[in-house]
């Protein structure tokens, strides 16, 4: 899967329209191969993208979970450090 994906379900507070259509975006991405697709491809991609965003929207409106809802600053630090303990700091 995608690395740029992340998790969009049981955040406090929830995904945005937004996230949701990056996402689609990056999964839409990967399944095409393009980066940005020629002119022609264009109007599949978009209608793609759009298609999968509200799929997404709905799948995640529709998910239930007894799980407390995952603050977003804490995942944040959480994924900066395994980043940092693989990786090392670029300073």
């Known amino acids: 899967m995608c690395r740029n994906i992340k998790t969009l379900f049981n955040f406090e507070p929830p995904a945005t329209e937004e996230e949701i259509r990056d996402a689609s ?4 991405r990967k399944l095409s191969g393009f980066n ?3 002119k022609i491809n264009q109007v599949a991609f978009d209608r793609a993208v759009e298609d999968i965003a509200a799929a997404a929207s709905s ?3 529709s998910l ?3 799980a407390c ?3 977003r600053e804490i995942e944040a630090a959480r994924a900066r450090a395994r980043s940092a303990e693989r990786f090392g700091t670029s300073r």
């Open 25 to 28: 975006l990056q999964f839409v």
């Open 64 to 66: 239930i979970t007894t």
């Open 69 to 71: 809802p995952r603050d």
């Open 36 to 38: 940005s697709p020629s």
């Open 59 to 61: 799948l995640i409106a």
